[in-house]
């Protein structure tokens, strides 16, 4: 398709159509500088024919997914301050060691060898935070989603709970 063809002669595939809609909405929420109300999001789906229903359907799964990427976010985060963490204690470590080596001994011998493996320990706990694909990264992620939602479970029974024996 070039640009000079007449418009009505144009045809765009349904992912081009949600592409090319996007940018579209996407400018004009920024050159207006607003959100959209609901009722302005039925109407664009009435024009565009697309049924309450079916609209309906699909903000329950954009809030699902948003959810979701809200949860991973999280997650990243946890991790990035768990190896900040690790790299801090690993700094204090060494530096204590080496210079206990360097005092005790005159130069540096032993404490060497102890940086060296922490070097290599330390190495792959950078590879496992930073990588954010693949099946342990699934793993990891559900075993703290799991460990997260049950936290918030008990934050809310024990709430309830003092809530209760406050009245």
């Known amino acids: 398709m070039t640009a000079f063809e007449p418009q009505s002669l144009r045809s765009y595939s349904q992912e081009d159509v ?85 005092v005790a001994g005159g130069g540096l011998t032993w404490s060497l060898y102890f940086l060296l493996f922490c070097g290599l320990t330390l190495g792959l706990d950078i590879w496992n935070t930073f990588q954010t694909k693949g099946e342990e990264y699934e793993m990891a992620f559900q075993k703290w989603n799991r460990k997260h939602q049950i936290k918030q479970t008990i934050n809310t029974v024990m709430t309830k709970w003092f809530k209760a024996l406050q009245i």
């Open 18 to 102: 949600q592409r090319i809609l996007q940018l579209a909405i996407a400018r004009q929420a920024d050159d207006q500088d607003k959100e959209f109300s609901y009722q302005q999001l039925l109407e664009i789906a009435k024009e565009l024919d697309i049924s309450p229903d079916s609209l309906n359907l699909a903000e329950i799964d954009w809030r699902s997914q948003h959810s979701e990427i809200q949860q991973r976010q999280a997650f990243n985060s946890y991790r990035l301050g768990r190896f900040k963490k690790r790299v801090g204690n690993y700094a204090i470590i060494n530096s204590f060691l080496l210079l206990l080596d360097l």
